[in-house]
């Protein structure tokens, strides 16, 4: 599963998506901006010694990203992160994550923000198979990443691999 990724500019949507998913994407977002005042996410590089990066597809929305998701009420980053890495990708902390970035995520909404970590310490306590949110998810090797690879989550990896600091903006 190598070869050229379909990126997307600044400001654009992700290609492909259905009017169901777009309606749930929509549906989702409203009930946030009454359930919370701002919007707050996590996501993970997760990163083996083999130079490979973890990656998911949802199967409501196209591309692969890292694996992530929404800080509940009352929890704290690192616990959103460790939820949603179970969840997601069936991996475990086995030691600390390190905060890479927060990005503001302007395409999701004018009050969404993203935590980054860096995580090198973890084990892969099952195989993660598909499941209603997960339809694909895997290692790969950061020189050779799949095709639909969405463009934040390539640009996000392009700055951790080149050591340079975070932008302001998923």
């Known amino acids: 599963m190598t070869g050229r990724s379909s990126e997307v500019g600044a400001g654009e949507t992700e ?3 259905t009017r169901l998913q777009r309606l749930q994407i929509r549906v989702l977002h409203t009930y946030f901006r009454f359930a919370r005042g701002m ?3 996590v996501r993970a590089a997760v990163l083996n010694d083999a130079g490979e990066v973890f990656l998911i597809r949802h199967t409501y ?3 692969w990203q890292l694996p992530g998701g929404g800080v509940e009420a009352g929890e704290a980053l690192i616990e959103a992160l460790e939820r949603e890495l179970s969840e997601e990708a069936r991996i475990s902390l086995t ?3 390190a905060l890479f970035g927060v990005y503001f995520n302007r395409k999701i909404s004018r009050r969404d923000h993203v935590a980054l970590y860096v995580v090198r310490d973890f084990v892969v306590d099952e195989a993660k198979k598909p499941d209603m949110e997960i339809a694909e998810a895997g290692f790969f090797p950061l020189d050779a990443l799949p095709q639909g690879l969405t463009a934040g989550t390539r640009r996000r990896l392009a700055e951790i691999e080149q050591g340079t600091a975070p932008a302001t903006e998923w």
């Open 39 to 41: 919007t707050l996410g």
């Open 61 to 63: 929305t196209p591309g």
């Open 15 to 17: 290609p492909g998506l």
């Open 95 to 97: 030691g600390p994550a």
